[in-house]
């Protein structure tokens, strides 16, 4: 006899002695008639390894399913992995990394010939932990959530694929669940959406860029509209007074104004009043074919906040879409999975006189036919989001639709102002502090990335 009791190799010869009776098998140990017990295990993700938080659950399962079984229950602990699609992918591109092999240089069916590669060289890690750990599952029945998927390799085979599809589409003839367009979490590096646990809210030095929508013509007299614009101080005292022809906003995203569905200021902002109800007009695309959308109220807006009126894009930001929905406002989808602005549907005149008819009430379109409307100018089509980004500014600066402010304005942020102010790189001498710049102001930016990505991720409206 050993002096000392060795764990590791009594657990584990105890255990295979178990496992080879079929000690863990579903019916063990029942009695006559007995009543049945049995749990899912919460399946792990199958390329990874148990964390302690696996150990306390499954330990609790354990307690429970063995208790069961020795008071004579029919008993079942069913254990499985999960697929965890996105981890999977990210392990997986790792691995192919390696060699210097890019997702994107393969086909999707040669990518998922890689992954199932790797869940078969990686699967077996969890069982082998769960019994080390003494887990009394039924090992028999171990079930993978894509087993008897289109294209499993041989040995993966079941239907828990098929069971899947069966369980939703019974749901929802039942009404259980529904579908629709609903605005997630997009990473355009996986192509998926993720939850927000798995997002990494990251403050950021960014820019907010100031430009003017004009206001509609005047149908009688073809002419532009204008409002008195008042500014005010704590104490009630006008500080600013002028005649306005536009009503201005703030954005640290311009690439998404050409989804734009309406212009929302708050009830209670007094220097907007006059013009709620108006149109206004997009500064964005051609000129013959901009489109005007609705100046509304809605409690979101921040009066002390920029100019207190904001550009509402219900499928691109999550606090636009909520605007969006209580104002009945058309959520314009502008990218595709990959950040790109979209390159498909009718030409960009066609789909901007069908939105037009929209904000004009003319017309009311379903939530997947506003969906398929492509309000992204011919020439900005097929563009990274942040390519069309600057093309935006540039187009919007260069016909005077940016709202400007001088050189010296602190919202600039100190080495802007400072750059502008003194003299330039060739010796021609720089702004001077009363010459007039557009307004882009320097603060700090929170973005979400990815967390496993680490890309930044766009608010996307897509089909749940």
Aim: hydrophobic residues 40%; aromatic residues 8%.
């Amino acid at each position: 006899m050993d002096k000392s009791f060795n764990a590791a190799e009594a657990e584990a010869r105890i255990y295979a002695d178990w496992d080879a009776k079929g000690a863990f098998k579903a019916g063990a140990n029942a009695k006559p008639g007995a009543k049945p017990f049995s749990i899912m295990i919460p399946p792990p993700n199958v390329t990874g390894v148990l964390h302690v938080g696996h150990a306390f659950n499954n330990t609790l399962q354990d307690v429970l399913t063995r208790w069961k079984r020795m008071q004579g229950f029919d008993t079942l602990w069913q254990p499985g992995t999960d697929h965890a699609g996105i981890a999977t992918q990210m392990v997986v591109e790792r691995e192919l990394a390696k060699s210097g092999i890019a997702r994107k240089d393969l086909t999707r069916e040669e990518f998922l010939a890689h992954v199932w590669a790797w869940k078969k060289q990686s699967g077996g890690t969890i069982r082998e932990q769960l019994k080390r750990l003494g887990a009394s599952c039924d090992w028999s029945r171990e079930a993978f959530t894509m087993s008897g998927a289109p294209g499993a390799p041989e040995g993966e085979d079941g239907n828990f694929h098929d069971a899947v599809i069966k369980v939703f589409v019974e749901m929802y003839n039942k009404g259980y669940i529904y579908r629709g367009k609903r605005l997630v979490n997009w990473d355009p590096h996986f192509e998926t959406a993720i939850s927000d646990l798995e997002v990494e809210n990251i403050d950021q030095p960014g820019f907010m860029w100031h430009f003017k929508y004009p206001l509609a013509a005047n149908p009688e007299t073809g002419e532009r509209q204008t409002y008195e614009y008042v500014e005010k101080d704590e104490d009630g005292v006008v500080t600013l007074r002028e005649t306005r022809d536009y009503i201005a906003i703030a954005t640290t995203r311009p690439e998404t104004m050409l989804g734009d569905g309406a212009v929302a200021v708050h009830p209670d902002d007094e220097r907007y009043t006059s013009i709620v109800g108006m149109l206004c007009e997009i500064p964005v695309g051609p000129k013959e074919h901009r489109r005007l959308i609705p100046i509304i109220t809605d409690e979101y807006p921040d009066p002390a906040f920029g100019s207190g009126a904001v550009k509402i894009t219900g499928a691109h930001d999550m606090n636009d879409y909520g605007v969006a929905k209580r104002n009945n406002i058309p959520c314009y989808r502008l990218m595709d999975t990959k950040a790109h602005l979209r390159d498909d549907g009718a030409p960009y005149a066609e789909a901007a006189a069908i939105a037009q008819a929209v904000a004009n009430g003319e017309v009311e379109l379903g939530e997947m036919e506003v969906d398929a409307l492509n309000l992204v100018p011919d020439h900005l089509r097929g563009l990274d989001r942040f390519v069309a980004r600057e093309l935006v500014i540039a187009e919007i600066t260069a016909e005077g639709l940016a709202v400007m402010t001088r050189a010296d304005d602190p919202r600039l942020g100190k080495p802007r102002a400072e750059a502008r102010s003194t003299e330039d790189d060739d010796g021609r001498p720089g702004l001077g502090p009363d010459d007039l710049v557009p307004l882009v102001e320097a603060k700090l930016i929170t973005q979400p990335f990815g967390d496993r990505s680490k890309v930044v991720i766009e608010p996307m409206l897509t089909d749940q």
